[in-house]
């Protein structure tokens, strides 16, 4: 069986602390074929790595991302013993070694002129791909920036021809959905990068087990998202040997 993409989620963040240089190195290392971080906006417009809407979770402050400028993101972040990355960072630890996955977090279209920006200043056109949910979004990037590859995060229940109309190039799905409608739509006729866990699995985004990752590989999807990209490249076993 053909090995499909391995993407770090959030970088290698089954063992080092998500959407932080650390795990994006260690990504890196692994031998992912992409590593994914995460995109949103700063009160002061700047693009930062960060999943969630606030620094609750992984820096224990209730710290809306939105809300607060990056230096004071970063300045709490530390305070909490956590490594808060922008976008610009991110993607100049990744990008002179592998692809970056970039996943918006938010629906509007300042996030997408935002990490655009971001990417064309880097000159990384050609190193990234973009992640987004909603078809504007979609099109919106494919017509600013000519050429830019962008990644169908298809909501549930959505169409995606019109997403592939607004020009997406590959389409993400959910593990728990492989055997829905959608899936029987795409898989073998387009791209299909999967996610792991989540959505009815019993598991959290990205975490795998040796069932679920079988099930997986058996739909021949060109990617996977996972937190723990050694279970697809072996680089622990080619570690210990």
């Not at 494919?142 to 050429?147: E, I």
């Not at 728990?176 to 739509?185: F, S």
Request: include cysteine; aromatic fraction near 4%; charge should be negative.
């Amino acid at each position: 069986m053909t090995r499909p993409l391995v993407i770090a989620h959030r970088g290698h963040s089954a063992r080092y602390p998500e959407n932080t240089l650390e795990a994006y190195r260690a990504a890196i290392a692994s031998g992912a074929d992409l590593v994914e971080t995460d995109a949103r906006l700063s009160a002061d417009g700047v693009v930062i790595a960060s999943h969630d809407p606030d620094l609750l979770r992984v820096a224990g402050r209730d710290a809306a991302i939105a809300e607060t400028s990056h230096e004071d993101l970063k300045a709490i972040a530390r305070s909490g013993g956590v490594q808060l990355t922008t976008l610009a960072e991110a993607l100049a630890a990744i990008c002179p070694h592998r692809q970056a996955l970039i996943d918006i977090k938010t629906k509007d279209l300042a996030i997408i002129d935002a990490v655009l920006a971001v990417i064309r200043e880097l000159g990384m056109l050609d190193r990234v791909w973009v992640g987004a949910r909603e078809v504007l979004q979609v099109a919106h990037a494919t017509l600013t920036v000519p050429g830019i590859r962008v990644l169908a995060f298809l909501p549930d229940k959505a169409n995606p021809d019109h997403y592939a109309a607004a020009g997406a190039s590959a389409f993400r799905i959910w593990e728990g959905n492989l055997d829905g409608p959608v899936a029987a739509r795409l898989l073998g006729r387009l791209p299909v990068w999967v996610t792991a866990g989540g959505n009815g699995t019993g598991r959290i985004v990205g975490d795998v087990d040796g069932d679920g990752l079988h099930a997986i590989l058996a739909h021949a999807p060109q990617a996977v998202l996972l937190n723990d990209p050694d279970l697809l490249t072996g680089f622990q076993s080619r570690k210990a040997s």
